[in-house]
T-cell receptor, first 112, second 115 residues
Protein backbone atom coordinates (compact mmCIF):
# COMPACT_ATOMS: atom_id res chain seq x y z
CA UNK A 1 0.00 0.00 0.00
CA UNK A 2 0.95 3.64 0.04
CA UNK A 3 2.36 4.86 3.30
CA UNK A 4 5.22 6.97 4.40
CA UNK A 5 6.46 6.72 7.93
CA UNK A 6 9.20 8.05 10.11
CA UNK A 7 11.23 5.94 12.45
CA UNK A 8 11.19 8.20 15.48
CA UNK A 9 8.50 10.63 16.62
CA UNK A 10 10.99 12.84 18.50
CA UNK A 11 14.67 13.70 18.28
CA UNK A 12 16.55 15.89 20.76
CA UNK A 13 19.98 17.30 19.93
CA UNK A 14 22.38 19.92 21.19
CA UNK A 15 23.05 23.06 19.21
CA UNK A 16 25.92 22.46 16.82
CA UNK A 17 25.33 18.70 16.54
CA UNK A 18 24.39 17.06 13.26
CA UNK A 19 20.81 15.72 13.12
CA UNK A 20 19.58 12.75 11.14
CA UNK A 21 15.87 12.23 10.59
CA UNK A 22 14.77 9.00 8.97
CA UNK A 23 11.83 7.98 6.84
CA UNK A 24 10.70 4.65 5.42
CA UNK A 25 8.36 4.43 2.46
CA UNK A 26 6.40 1.51 1.11
CA UNK A 27 5.67 2.37 -2.53
CA UNK A 28 8.61 0.98 -4.48
CA UNK A 29 7.36 2.81 -7.58
CA UNK A 30 7.75 6.23 -5.95
CA UNK A 31 10.24 8.36 -7.84
CA UNK A 32 10.06 11.67 -6.05
CA UNK A 33 10.32 12.57 -2.40
CA UNK A 34 10.07 15.83 -0.51
CA UNK A 35 11.08 16.90 2.97
CA UNK A 36 9.00 19.57 4.67
CA UNK A 37 9.64 21.53 7.86
CA UNK A 38 6.69 22.68 9.94
CA UNK A 39 7.20 25.20 12.71
CA UNK A 40 4.63 25.59 15.43
CA UNK A 41 1.54 27.37 14.16
CA UNK A 42 2.70 27.47 10.55
CA UNK A 43 2.20 25.56 7.36
CA UNK A 44 4.74 23.03 6.02
CA UNK A 45 7.71 24.64 4.35
CA UNK A 46 9.59 22.95 1.49
CA UNK A 47 13.16 22.06 2.45
CA UNK A 48 14.58 19.77 -0.21
CA UNK A 49 13.50 17.14 -2.70
CA UNK A 50 15.11 14.18 -4.39
CA UNK A 51 14.27 12.07 -7.40
CA UNK A 52 14.68 8.32 -7.51
CA UNK A 53 17.53 8.52 -10.03
CA UNK A 54 19.66 10.15 -7.32
CA UNK A 55 21.15 8.75 -4.11
CA UNK A 56 22.04 12.05 -2.52
CA UNK A 57 21.19 15.69 -2.83
CA UNK A 58 22.61 18.58 -0.90
CA UNK A 59 21.19 21.94 0.01
CA UNK A 60 22.22 24.61 2.43
CA UNK A 61 23.13 22.68 5.63
CA UNK A 62 20.79 19.86 4.61
CA UNK A 63 21.43 16.62 2.77
CA UNK A 64 18.87 14.04 1.73
CA UNK A 65 19.93 10.45 1.16
CA UNK A 66 17.82 7.91 -0.68
CA UNK A 67 18.31 4.15 -0.43
CA UNK A 68 15.93 2.55 -2.87
CA UNK A 69 17.03 -0.96 -2.00
CA UNK A 70 15.55 -0.71 1.50
CA UNK A 71 13.05 2.06 0.67
CA UNK A 72 14.54 4.50 3.10
CA UNK A 73 15.41 8.15 3.00
CA UNK A 74 16.99 10.43 5.53
CA UNK A 75 17.40 14.13 6.11
CA UNK A 76 20.69 15.26 7.58
CA UNK A 77 20.96 18.72 9.10
CA UNK A 78 24.49 19.96 9.73
CA UNK A 79 25.37 22.16 12.70
CA UNK A 80 21.81 22.12 14.01
CA UNK A 81 20.55 25.45 15.31
CA UNK A 82 17.68 26.35 17.66
CA UNK A 83 15.82 27.69 14.62
CA UNK A 84 15.79 24.17 13.20
CA UNK A 85 13.40 23.08 15.96
CA UNK A 86 10.25 21.96 14.18
CA UNK A 87 8.35 18.92 12.95
CA UNK A 88 9.87 17.35 9.85
CA UNK A 89 7.79 15.38 7.38
CA UNK A 90 8.80 13.28 4.44
CA UNK A 91 6.29 12.97 1.65
CA UNK A 92 5.87 10.99 -1.54
CA UNK A 93 3.29 11.03 -4.28
CA UNK A 94 0.44 8.57 -4.48
CA UNK A 95 0.40 6.08 -7.33
CA UNK A 96 -1.68 8.41 -9.48
CA UNK A 97 0.90 11.15 -9.02
CA UNK A 98 -1.80 13.59 -8.01
CA UNK A 99 -1.40 14.00 -4.28
CA UNK A 100 1.26 13.90 -1.62
CA UNK A 101 1.21 11.30 1.13
CA UNK A 102 2.79 12.50 4.34
CA UNK A 103 4.42 10.57 7.12
CA UNK A 104 3.46 11.38 10.70
CA UNK A 105 6.47 13.58 11.34
CA UNK A 106 9.50 13.76 13.60
CA UNK A 107 9.71 16.55 16.16
CA UNK A 108 13.25 17.92 16.32
CA UNK A 109 14.15 19.78 19.50
CA UNK A 110 17.42 21.70 19.62
CA UNK A 111 18.76 22.83 22.95
CA UNK A 112 21.46 25.45 23.34
CA UNK B 1 4.42 37.92 -3.53
CA UNK B 2 2.37 36.51 -0.65
CA UNK B 3 2.39 32.90 -1.85
CA UNK B 4 -0.60 31.00 -0.48
CA UNK B 5 -2.97 32.88 1.82
CA UNK B 6 -5.85 31.49 3.87
CA UNK B 7 -8.75 33.07 5.73
CA UNK B 8 -9.79 32.94 8.47
CA UNK B 9 -6.84 31.99 10.70
CA UNK B 10 -9.09 30.73 13.49
CA UNK B 11 -12.74 29.71 13.64
CA UNK B 12 -15.05 28.19 16.24
CA UNK B 13 -18.31 26.63 15.06
CA UNK B 14 -21.20 24.87 16.72
CA UNK B 15 -22.22 21.46 15.46
CA UNK B 16 -24.43 21.81 12.40
CA UNK B 17 -23.18 25.26 11.39
CA UNK B 18 -21.70 25.85 7.98
CA UNK B 19 -18.71 27.83 6.84
CA UNK B 20 -16.35 28.35 3.94
CA UNK B 21 -12.57 28.42 4.19
CA UNK B 22 -10.93 30.63 1.63
CA UNK B 23 -7.60 30.10 -0.11
CA UNK B 24 -5.78 32.17 -2.71
CA UNK B 25 -2.39 31.90 -4.40
CA UNK B 26 -0.48 34.48 -6.41
CA UNK B 27 2.11 32.18 -7.98
CA UNK B 28 0.07 31.49 -11.13
CA UNK B 29 -0.10 27.82 -10.16
CA UNK B 30 -2.47 25.47 -11.93
CA UNK B 31 -3.13 23.00 -9.12
CA UNK B 32 -4.52 23.61 -5.65
CA UNK B 33 -5.18 21.35 -2.67
CA UNK B 34 -6.94 21.17 0.67
CA UNK B 35 -5.45 19.09 3.50
CA UNK B 36 -6.37 18.56 7.11
CA UNK B 37 -3.92 17.92 9.90
CA UNK B 38 -4.95 16.29 13.16
CA UNK B 39 -2.78 16.29 16.31
CA UNK B 40 0.31 14.13 15.94
CA UNK B 41 -0.55 13.27 12.36
CA UNK B 42 0.70 14.09 8.95
CA UNK B 43 -1.48 15.90 6.45
CA UNK B 44 -4.32 14.12 4.71
CA UNK B 45 -5.73 15.26 1.39
CA UNK B 46 -9.39 16.29 1.36
CA UNK B 47 -9.87 17.56 -2.21
CA UNK B 48 -7.70 18.87 -4.98
CA UNK B 49 -8.06 20.79 -8.19
CA UNK B 50 -5.57 19.79 -10.86
CA UNK B 51 -6.51 22.79 -13.00
CA UNK B 52 -9.11 25.52 -13.16
CA UNK B 53 -12.52 23.97 -13.68
CA UNK B 54 -11.70 20.55 -12.23
CA UNK B 55 -11.93 19.11 -8.72
CA UNK B 56 -11.34 15.60 -7.39
CA UNK B 57 -11.71 13.80 -4.10
CA UNK B 58 -8.74 13.01 -1.96
CA UNK B 59 -8.33 10.62 0.93
CA UNK B 60 -10.91 12.15 3.32
CA UNK B 61 -13.59 14.06 1.31
CA UNK B 62 -16.70 13.19 3.34
CA UNK B 63 -18.41 16.22 4.86
CA UNK B 64 -16.68 18.72 2.58
CA UNK B 65 -17.26 20.44 -0.72
CA UNK B 66 -14.92 22.58 -2.76
CA UNK B 67 -15.10 25.24 -5.43
CA UNK B 68 -12.31 26.31 -7.75
CA UNK B 69 -13.55 29.84 -8.21
CA UNK B 70 -10.82 30.84 -10.67
CA UNK B 71 -7.15 30.07 -11.17
CA UNK B 72 -6.18 31.91 -7.97
CA UNK B 73 -8.87 30.79 -5.54
CA UNK B 74 -9.96 27.44 -4.12
CA UNK B 75 -12.52 27.31 -1.31
CA UNK B 76 -13.49 24.53 1.09
CA UNK B 77 -17.00 24.37 2.49
CA UNK B 78 -18.33 22.54 5.50
CA UNK B 79 -22.10 22.31 5.05
CA UNK B 80 -22.91 20.91 8.51
CA UNK B 81 -19.92 20.96 10.80
CA UNK B 82 -19.25 18.03 13.13
CA UNK B 83 -16.81 17.75 16.06
CA UNK B 84 -14.79 15.23 14.00
CA UNK B 85 -13.96 18.10 11.66
CA UNK B 86 -12.04 19.91 14.37
CA UNK B 87 -8.62 20.19 12.77
CA UNK B 88 -6.10 22.48 11.15
CA UNK B 89 -6.79 23.00 7.47
CA UNK B 90 -4.04 23.76 4.99
CA UNK B 91 -4.34 24.92 1.45
CA UNK B 92 -1.50 24.28 -0.99
CA UNK B 93 -0.71 24.99 -4.61
CA UNK B 94 1.68 23.66 -7.23
CA UNK B 95 2.60 24.37 -10.82
CA UNK B 96 0.71 21.27 -11.86
CA UNK B 97 2.71 20.51 -14.99
CA UNK B 98 4.65 17.45 -13.85
CA UNK B 99 2.50 14.75 -12.34
CA UNK B 100 4.34 12.98 -9.54
CA UNK B 101 7.16 15.51 -9.26
CA UNK B 102 5.26 18.65 -8.49
CA UNK B 103 6.32 20.48 -5.34
CA UNK B 104 3.44 21.84 -3.31
CA UNK B 105 3.61 25.09 -1.35
CA UNK B 106 1.46 25.57 1.71
CA UNK B 107 -0.50 28.37 3.32
CA UNK B 108 -0.39 29.18 7.06
CA UNK B 109 -3.48 27.16 7.94
CA UNK B 110 -6.95 27.68 9.45
CA UNK B 111 -7.50 26.32 12.95
CA UNK B 112 -11.10 25.13 13.19
CA UNK B 113 -12.85 23.97 16.35
CA UNK B 114 -16.32 22.46 16.20
CA UNK B 115 -18.15 22.34 19.52
Amino acid sequence: GESVGLHLPTLSVQEGDNSIINCAYSNSASDYFIWYKQESGKGPQFIIDIRSNMDKRQGQRVTVLLNKTVKHLSLQIAATQPGDSAVYFCAEFNQAGTALIFGKGTTLSVSS
Amino acid sequence: NAGVTQTPKFQVLKTGQSMTLQCAQDMNHNSMYWYRQDPGMGLRLIYYSASEGTTDKGEVPNGYNVSRLNKREFSLRLESAAPSQTSVYFCASSEGWAKGTDTQYFGPGTRLTVL
